[in-house]
């Protein structure tokens, strides 16, 4: 089955620094690939979508790349806040039918 | 354009109860799908209804059931709780439920089973 790794540990980073995490996935060939955000008590808010064709998507200041060779996404926060910080969720379509499968999440502290 | 909404946001049951949860999707959004999230497993989807049909179903035991009505509202059934059944219960609505609409989360209802 469908396998989704995100880094285990807290990612601590200084603001104004680039926030980088990773999403790698086995098993499976999605066709999608989402990244969300999560604070805590709260549900997930869609950030990005990134389609199998595409290499590299951007909106303002998050960047994610997509390699379906390396079977891995790259997720980039630029000039990171304090703001930022939150858990982000990777996730893929399911490999039966429409249904989201997520990674675990990584948490990402950033320090003023 | 109102969020999702969940009601209740808090519940405490005990083994052997049973519950129910509601879900309003966004105005328009047919596809509702839900999602259990612990602490040990993460985020776990339960099943997602499109136009009052179940569409999809995870691997949850059949304790755990849903339905949609004509107005896209969801509710999601728990029979005979059991103490893992505590979790934080999320519902997401989307337009279609395409692999590439995206899902608006509600902010989720928060069981917890003694």
């Known amino acids: 089955s469908q396998k989704i790794e995100q880094n285990s540990e807290a990612l601590n980073i200084q603001e104004g620094k680039t926030a980088t995490l990773t999403c790698n996935y086995t098993n499976y060939s999605p066709a999608y690939l989402q990244w969300y955000r999560q604070d805590p008590g709260r549900g997930p808010v869609f950030l990005l979508l990134?389609?199998?064709?595409?290499k590299e998507k951007r909106k303002e200041r998050l960047k994610v790349t997509f390699d379906t060779t390396l079977k891995q996404s790259l997720f980039h926060i630029t000039a990171s806040q304090p703001a930022d910080s939150a858990t982000y969720l990777c996730?893929?379509?399911?490999?039966?039918?429409?249904?989201?499968?997520f990674g675990a999440g990584t948490i990402l502290r950033v320090k003023s | 354009k109102a969020g999702v909404t969940q009601t209740p946001r808090y519940l405490i049951k005990t083994r052997g109860q049973q519950v129910t949860l509601s879900c309003s999707p966004i105005?328009?959004?047919?596809?509702v799908s839900w999602y259990q999230q612990t602490p040990g497993q993460g985020l776990q989807f339960l099943f997602e209804y499109f136009s009052e049909t179940q569409r999809n179903k995870g691997n949850f035991p059949g304790r755990f059931s849903g339905r949609q009505f004509s107005n896209s509202r969801s509710e999601m059934n728990v029979s005979t709780l059991e103490l893992g059944d505590s979790a934080l219960y999320l519902c997401a609505s989307s337009l279609a439920g395409r692999q590439y609409d995206e899902q608006f989360f509600g902010p989720g209802t928060r069981l917890t089973v003694l």
């Open positions: 105005s328009g959004h047919r596809s």
């Open positions: 990134i389609r199998e064709n595409e």
């Open positions: 996730a893929l379509d399911g490999e039966y039918g429409n249904k989201l499968v």
